[in-house]
């Protein structure tokens, strides 16, 4: 099964980026995470260092073609992609054609097992035989999802040359450098650097975790890619734009 792997970066109305980067983008994608609404948060008891839960979600086969489900997943031990079994990739759902169930899903989900298949340490190959082995049977996946309980939207205003500049903060994280949570999370905020000095005190905090960069017309996610692959597209995007929202998620409390 071929694996996708990039940054998802979606051009949503317009233009390019400086460095010719276009892919259009004709309807806005779910977040690759959960949004706990306010009236949910009263009843909600997960802790704020705890950012993932759990579920079940039940897949039909395709109505056009038994042996497909709808969606494309990468990841594995043997994988350079993470060691994880993660969804990449949904086929879009038209309002004529019938859900199967896969728009429950969202990028990102981890699959830990297909029908009581345990995939939490699994190869990509075997991941592909227990998919082909439900021979277009109905599949219950048991899939770990990012579900921050205290999601944050920070507009920031961006003096007007900030090429080459650095944005004062130092990040780690990524595909490359955890295999138990690819995210990527900040260690140093500068209060002094560029984005220290731009934004409310306290709206963003050491320990953060970078879900999402974005503009009026263009939006990273930050979830999935590579230690270097994410630095690059918060500065890309922020050379780029004057007014861009970064999205966290807090794990200490102010």
Same mark, same amino acid.
């Given at each position: 099964?071929?694996?996708?792997?990039?940054?998802?970066?979606?051009?949503?109305?317009?233009?390019?980026?400086?460095?010719?980067?276009?892919?259009?983008?004709?309807?806005?994608?779910?977040?690759?995470?959960?949004?706990?609404?306010?009236?949910?948060?009263?009843?909600?008891?997960?802790?704020?260092?705890?950012?993932?839960?759990?579920?079940?979600?039940?897949?039909?086969?395709?109505?056009?073609?038994?042996?497909?489900?709808?969606?494309?997943?990468?990841?594995?031990?043997?994988?350079?992609?993470?060691?994880?079994?993660?969804? +990449?990739? #949904? !086929?879009?759902?038209?309002?004529?054609?019938?859900?199967?169930? *896969?728009?429950? $899903? %969202?990028?990102? =989900? &981890?699959?830990?097992?297909?029908?009581?298949?345990?995939?939490?340490?699994?190869?990509?190959?075997?991941?592909?035989?227990?998919?082909?082995?439900?021979?277009?049977?109905?599949?219950?996946?048991?899939?770990?999802?990012?579900?921050?309980?205290?999601?944050?939207?920070?507009?920031?205003?961006?003096?007007?040359?900030?090429?080459?500049?650095?944005?004062?903060?130092?990040?780690?994280?990524?595909?490359?450098?955890?295999?138990?949570?690819?995210?990527?999370?900040? +260690?140093? #905020? !500068?209060?002094?650097?560029?984005?220290?000095?731009?934004?409310? *005190?306290?709206? $963003? %905090?050491?320990? =953060? &975790?970078?879900?999402?960069?974005?503009?009026?017309?263009?939006?990273?996610?930050?979830?999935?890619?590579?230690?270097?692959?994410?630095?690059?597209?918060?500065?890309?995007?922020?050379?780029?734009?004057?007014?861009?929202?970064?999205?966290?998620?807090?794990?200490?409390?102010?």
């Amino acid at each position: 099964m071929e694996q996708h792997i990039g940054a998802y970066l979606h051009v949503i109305n317009r233009n390019q980026l400086s460095d010719g980067t276009q892919v259009l983008h004709v309807t806005e994608l779910p977040p690759p995470y959960s949004l706990i609404d306010g009236e949910q948060q009263e009843h909600h008891h997960q802790s704020i260092d705890n950012d993932w839960k759990d579920e079940i979600i039940e897949i039909k086969p395709m109505q056009d073609n038994l042996n497909r489900y709808g969606f494309t997943i990468s990841g594995g031990i043997d994988s350079e992609y993470g060691r994880a079994i993660v969804i +990449t990739q #949904i !086929d879009h759902c038209s309002k004529s054609s019938l859900d199967n169930g *896969r728009t429950k $899903l %969202r990028f990102f =989900d &981890r699959i830990l097992s297909i029908n009581n298949i345990n995939l939490t340490y699994a190869t990509h190959d075997k991941a592909v035989q227990a998919f082909s082995s439900a021979h277009g049977k109905p599949l219950s996946l048991h899939i770990r999802r990012l579900n921050p309980v205290h999601i944050e939207y920070i507009d920031v205003v961006l003096p007007t040359d900030v090429l080459n500049q650095s944005l004062g903060i130092n990040i780690i994280g990524g595909l490359d450098e955890n295999d138990e949570d690819s995210g990527l999370f900040l +260690t140093y #905020i !500068d209060p002094n650097g560029l984005l220290g000095s731009t934004i409310k *005190r306290n709206q $963003l %905090r050491v320990g =953060d &975790r970078l879900l999402e960069i974005k503009t009026n017309y263009t939006s990273a996610n930050l979830q999935w890619v590579t230690h270097a692959m994410g630095v690059k597209l918060i500065q890309r995007i922020c050379q780029d734009h004057k007014r861009v929202t970064l999205i966290v998620a807090h794990r200490n409390l102010a």
